[in-house]
């Protein structure tokens, strides 16, 4: 059974920085998709960035040039470098892999940005 554990959310002022981590237990493919999403109680779940097969598909243009998504096989783990943090990047993150057709999600993990 694949479970996601994310970590390294927290409080930070603006133009601070964060690392999430999303720790995979359990065996997925090397192709497989992963993402972090985002999520304020007003809004629906925000796909944030992510990456498959190795290489880096897709970053939102409200973060790109600050977030960075990356794996590490090794340590079967996702990463999110986050930068110049905004109050706007207020929200819970999740992150989210499909191994050819399972889905499966973390529990998040809070980011709040304020002064």
């Known amino acids: 059974q694949v479970q996601l554990v994310e970590s390294g959310g927290g409080k930070v002022q603006p133009g601070g920085s964060l690392r999430l981590s999303c720790a995979i237990s359990g065996s997925i493919s090397t192709i497989a998709f992963m993402a972090w999403y985002r999520q304020t109680p007003r809004e629906q779940r925000e796909l944030v960035a992510s990456?498959?097969?190795?290489?880096?598909?897709y970053t939102a243009d409200s973060v790109k040039g600050r977030f960075t998504i990356s794996r590490d096989n090794a340590k079967n783990t996702i990463y999110l470098e986050m930068n110049s943090l905004k109050p706007e990047d207020t929200a819970v993150y999740y992150c989210?892999?499909?191994?050819?057709?399972?889905?499966?999600w973390g529990q998040g993990t809070q980011v709040s940005v304020s002064s």
């Open positions: 989210y892999v499909d191994d050819l057709g399972d889905k499966y």
């Open positions: 990456i498959h097969n190795h290489r880096v598909a």
